[in-house]
């Protein structure tokens, strides 16, 4: 009897570490397979920054808490937000965004 239900116990946990570490993880791969990166310079394309400071055609973009070297064909105008185009090396590419200037917060 001891025997038998150790036998048990032994495939159940076998069954489950299968299906934990091969069927769950080759599901959740075929699932999102096409889905887009949320990080890395991939996951930056498209994603909108704040214009800090700028000069002719190179300035400096706030992204995800950092401060980013960015170059435009276009100028851009401080407090303003841009839309991220690509990434050269460390310096983003950025276009103008159409939204309106955020207004800064105001004190109490």
Known sequence: ???EGLITLLV???VYEVVEHLVLPL???IRHRKRPSA???AGMIGKNCIV???RGTRG????GAELWDAVSQSPQTPGCE???QGIQGLTLRVSSSDRPPQSPPSKP
């Open 1 to 3: 009897m001891i025997k």
């Open 12 to 14: 159940g946990f076998a």
């Open 27 to 29: 599901f959740w791969m």
């Open 39 to 41: 990080c890395g310079p």
């Open 52 to 54: 800090k400071e700028w």
């Open 60 to 63: 400096k973009v706030w992204y």
């Open 82 to 84: 841009a839309v991220i």
